[in-house]
């Protein structure tokens, strides 16, 4: 008997940092959402695509899930919950580690008049002992019916393939919607702003909060060159933020430009020249003229 094909969407939720750019990515088997140890580090829906012999999953990685402070904030929370009830199936992702906390209680609440199916999943069990898991899941558990508990390491990948194969068994029958080869639905402009942005978040550690953003200018190859040319403009919101991404000499604006470099040219599989420049744009985060400059679309959602 022929196996029917399955497909559908799967939105991952959490509170910021719980691992959900790092498991879209194991997944997909490549970098299409920036990762980092700072919160809030993804700002858009991002949306990768798993395609098998007899399913396709699009996964869809949200901003984290916390109380917003700006405009963007707004923006963030608004795209991540409104994918609730666009979607077959949510992973509700936390991290086993930290334990249970008053965002994941914010989080429940928000989804407990969802129709649709919510996996728990416990992702970082690589850094707890398995005695220590079954009281974390009991909490969890004990706060919310969730239709299934999967425990995971997506940095390790472990229990990973277990997880895809209980969502394979939650969606619907289907077409599939994108080509085979693809793994993404973002453009390529959009991915190579956000490499650039994860550099930038990395070098500059503690000292600049999530007030960075970047717009691409332009992208062009020449007829006869094999290097790809591309120009961006790395955005912060004060004077001092431009001193520190520009760094001593120009030392931590060329650091963040060759680490980026790398991404895109494994990302684009051609030889990348890029060239960097930063600016100031006062308290774009609250402006809604700013957010959307560089993509954050509030009429969408």
Do not use: C
Not at 215 to 243: F, H, P, Y
Request: proline letters at 4%; glycine letters at 6%.
């Amino acid at each position: 008997m022929e196996n029917k094909h399955k497909s559908g969407f799967i939105s991952i939720v959490g509170r910021p940092n719980v691992g959900k750019s790092t498991f879209l990515n194991r997944v997909i088997g490549q970098k299409i959402a920036i990762m980092s140890d700072k919160p809030q580090t993804t700002r858009n829906k991002i949306q990768g695509v798993l395609t098998t012999n007899d399913s396709q999953m699009i996964f869809i990685d949200t901003p984290g899930i916390h109380k917003p402070k700006h405009k963007l904030g707004d923006f963030m929370i608004k795209m991540a919950t409104n994918t609730f009830r666009e979607v077959d199936l949510i992973l509700f992702m936390v991290n086993v580690d930290e334990g249970f906390g008053r965002g994941d209680e914010y989080i429940m609440e928000l989804l407990k008049d969802v129709k649709t199916p919510v996996f728990l999943v416990l992702n970082k069990i690589d850094t707890v002992h398995p005695d220590e898991l079954l009281p974390v899941i009991d909490q969890y558990r004990s706060k919310f019916e969730f239709t299934e508990t999967v425990p995971i390491s997506a940095l390790e990948g472990n229990n990973v393939e277990v997880l895809l194969d209980q969502i394979k068994g939650y969606l619907p029958e289907g077409p599939q919607y994108y080509p085979a080869d693809q793994v993404t639905d973002h453009p390529e402009r959009f991915i190579i702003s956000e490499l650039i942005r994860e550099k930038a978040l990395h070098m500059t550690r503690e000292e600049i909060p999530h007030s960075i953003a970047v717009s691409i200018e332009q992208i062009k190859k020449e007829k006869g060159r094999e290097v790809i040319d591309i120009m961006a403009t790395i955005v912060v919101e004060r004077d001092s933020q431009k001193g520190i991404v520009i760094g001593k000499r120009g030392a931590m604006l060329k650091e963040i430009g060759q680490r980026a470099r790398e991404d895109i040219e494994n990302l684009l599989g051609s030889k990348v020249y890029l060239e960097l420049w930063v600016k100031v744009q006062k308290d774009w985060r609250n402006k809604a003229n700013s957010l959307r400059d560089f993509g954050f679309n509030d009429k969408e959602y």
